[in-house]
């Protein structure tokens, strides 16, 4: 009996020492303030004019690439995210809300987050150069109580970091965890929340390597992303509920 009491002790130990030591990291409020995420395009090349006068004009928008995969059951890195507190319970389809969220390290070895909410500050003074950086994505997932069908999902809040700039990084520990503040509508371009219904809120973490590359022949850029694939994991959902213009607006918390 005390080799199997001696053998769960040594297990359990370990365990209760992480969990005593696990920290908040860092607090960010983004709710006030606008972001500098706009990137410069390269210049495009001058027109080419003929004979006749007519000119023609070289010049684009970006575009980008996707690379994805799948999680790993064995994989060690994972990330937890709760919604904590949203500023209301009740909105209109068009509204934004202000709301509370927790990221945890719930895997077994060190994860560095994107911390730094100011892309554009990580763009070489030469518009014409490429660089890589790293991207954290707050994905919030909405579910019609009634119709489990009927789901919004959009991405809430990025925040980048540089891997060679520890200051843009927040390194968790296992069991160490961070807490953001983000305002955001509950409403995309083409999809809004059907008033009089109730909704489950939930967030999810995305991470991701990006790549900035410029293109010199039209005056534009594309972006490259290969998605990051640690385990991801959801904390329990808030309840909201998108009002018809007649109900009272209320607070919703955990």
């Known amino acids: 009996m005390m080799p199997r009491l001696q053998l769960a002790l040594a297990f359990l130990l370990p365990l209760s020492a992480t969990a005593l030591m696990a920290q908040e990291v860092a607090y960010l409020d983004l709710v006030d303030g606008k972001p500098r995420t706009e990137l410069r395009a390269p210049s495009p090349p001058p027109p080419v004019c ?30 937890k995210t709760t919604l904590l507190s949203l500023d209301r319970f009740a909105y209109a389809p068009d509204d934004a809300a202000e709301m509370e969220i927790k990221i945890e390290n719930v895997g077994s070895v060190d994860m560095a987050i994107p911390w730094n909410p100011n892309l554009a500050d990580f763009q070489p003074a030469d518009e014409k150069q490429g660089f890589h ?3 954290f994505v707050i994905v919030l997932k909405l579910t019609n109580a009634a119709d489990k069908s009927q789901q919004l999902i959009m991405e809430a809040a990025h925040l980048y970091g540089i891997p060679g700039k520890p200051e843009t990084l927040k390194v968790l520990k296992p069991g160490d965890w961070l807490r953001l503040r983000i305002k955001t509508k509950l409403a995309t371009y083409t999809d809004k929340l059907k008033a009089g219904s ?6 999810l973490p995305q991470l991701r390597l990006e790549t900035f590359v410029p293109n010199l022949k039209y005056g534009s850029y594309s972006t490259d992303i290969a998605n990051e ?26």
Not at 70 to 77: A, F, S, Y
Not at 198 to 203: E, F, Q
Not at 230 to 242: A, D, H, Q
């Open 133 to 135: 950086y790293r991207s």
């Open 198 to 203: 109730d909704y489950s809120a939930s967030v």
């Open 229 to 254: 694939y640690p385990r991801r994991l959801s904390g329990p959902e808030l309840m909201l509920r998108i009002s018809n213009g007649e109900e009272q607006s209320g607070v919703a918390s955990k």
């Open 50 to 79: 003929k004979e006749d006068g007519t000119c023609t004009f070289s010049g684009g928008i970006g575009g980008g690439s996707v690379g994805d995969g799948v999680e790993g059951p064995n994989e060690p890195r994972a990330l």
